[in-house]
């Protein structure tokens, strides 16, 4: 079983910027595709942005694309998303996901139903 615990969220005015973290416990020896989504009111979930095992491909939607960008520490197993330029469309519900992987997969994940693990989600929130 992993954990995945999101941190980072909180209100921001429009044009600024955030960084989540997505800590990971557990399995922590096993390799994880990861991917963030979010889920605005009254809105279904949405895929953000995945990264592969070894870090080395990311894929966005094109919504964030330029302003958004996926990172990870493996050491820290820590996946971050570094949110800038925010516009008040970005307000959200932030979940990360992990998908257990073999070790040769450079490959990203942008269904929900790829992954096996998500966390609790955290709160975005951009005014205008």
């Known amino acids: 079983q992993v954990q995945l615990v999101e941190s980072g969220g909180g209100l921001v005015q429009a044009g600024g910027s955030l960084r989540l973290a997505c800590a990971a416990s557990?399995?922590?020896?096993?390799?994880?595709?990861m991917g963030w989504f979010r889920q605005a009111p009254g809105k279904e979930r949405e895929f953000v942005a995945a990264?592969?095992?070894?870090?080395?491909?990311?894929y966005y939607a094109d919504s964030v694309k330029g302003r958004f960008t996926i990172s990870r520490d493996k050491a820290k197993n820590t996946v971050y998303l570094q949110m800038s330029s925010l516009k008040p469309e970005d307000t959200a519900v932030y979940y990360c996901?992990?998908?257990?992987?073999?070790?040769?997969?450079?490959?990203?994940?942008?269904?929900?139903?790829?992954?096996?693990?998500w966390g609790q989600g955290t709160q975005v929130t951009v005014s205008s």
């Open positions: 996901a992990a998908r257990i992987v073999p070790s040769y997969s450079t490959s990203t994940y942008s269904e929900e139903s790829q992954y096996d693990y």
């Open positions: 557990g399995h922590t020896f096993s390799r994880y595709s």
């Open positions: 990264i592969s095992w070894s870090g080395g491909r990311t």
